[in-house]
């Protein structure tokens, strides 16, 4: 069965930096595309980054320059490193990892920018 757990969630000041981790069970992170979305209070969720199974990378534009996703495949971990962090990027972070049957999510980490 696959499992998803994020962590690295918190509080922090504007301009600061958090390293979201999502650790797979079940599953082989490096096989596959995986991807951060995010959900504010009263918006749909969006998507953050994904990375896929060969390296590449995609950003939203809100986020570009500021955001990287990597993975651990030691580790079975895709990790999303957050930098020059705004109060608009507060939401509950998720990892998803889509399969032709169903997509699979973690139960989201809380990021909270403000000072």
């Known amino acids: 069965q696959v499992q998803l757990v994020e962590s690295g969630g918190g509080l922090v000041q504007p301009g600061g930096s958090l390293r979201l981790s999502c650790e797979a069970s079940?599953?082989?992170?490096?096989?596959?595309?995986m991807g951060w979305y995010r959900q504010a209070p009263g918006k749909e969720r969006e998507l953050v980054a994904i990375i896929s199974s060969v390296g590449s990378t995609n950003f939203a534009d809100s986020v570009k320059g500021r955001f990287t996703i990597s993975r651990d495949n030691a580790k079975n971990t895709v990790y999303l490193q957050m930098n020059s962090l705004k109060p608009e990027d507060t939401a509950v972070y998720y990892c998803?990892?889509?399969?032709?049957?169903?997509?699979?999510w973690g139960q989201g980490t809380q990021v909270t920018v403000s000072s």
């Open positions: 998803k990892l889509p399969t032709p049957s169903r997509d699979y």
């Open positions: 079940g599953t082989i992170v490096s096989i596959n595309t």
